[in-house]
């Protein structure tokens, strides 16, 4: 069965940096459209960025574009995110989301079409 399990996070200064792992199994990843969310306490759940089908195209949520980078190992059968200049308001539990989609020029960062989902892993970024 398809599984996603993310790893990386932690505890970090104002400006500082992570790098999350999704780790993939049970699925060919070339095959899945990958994508990242977070969730700050008393929020919903927001779209942060996305690899395509093959990993032919990104997307960014506006408020992590230029600072975030995504990226896939399909050795590995993994997909990182790469945190950069974490501000505090980039706080939150992040997980990673696959979805079956038959696409591979585009992805979208909305919850709406992905089916599996990571247990998440908690960033915080605080001085």
């Known amino acids: 069965q398809l599984q996603l399990v993310e790893s990386g996070g932690g505890a970090v200064q104002p400006g500082g940096s992570l790098r999350l792992t999704c780790a993939v199994s049970?699925?060919?990843?070339?095959?899945?459209?990958i994508g990242w969310f977070r969730q700050a306490p008393g929020k919903e759940r927001e779209g942060v960025s996305c690899?395509?089908?093959?990993?032919?195209?990104?997307a960014f949520a506006q408020s992590v574009k230029g600072r975030f980078a995504i990226s896939r190992d399909t050795a590995k059968s993994a997909v990182y995110l790469q945190l950069n200049n974490l501000k505090p308001e980039d706080a939150g539990v992040y997980y990673c989301?696959?979805?079956?989609?038959?696409?591979?020029?585009?992805?979208?960062?909305?919850?709406?079409?992905?089916?599996?989902w990571g247990q998440g892993t908690q960033v915080t970024a605080s001085s």
């Open positions: 989301a696959a979805g079956q989609l038959g696409y591979n020029n585009h992805c979208p960062v909305f919850l709406g079409p992905y089916d599996y």
């Open positions: 049970g699925f060919p990843l070339d095959s899945l459209t």
């Open positions: 690899i395509s089908r093959g990993g032919g195209a990104t």
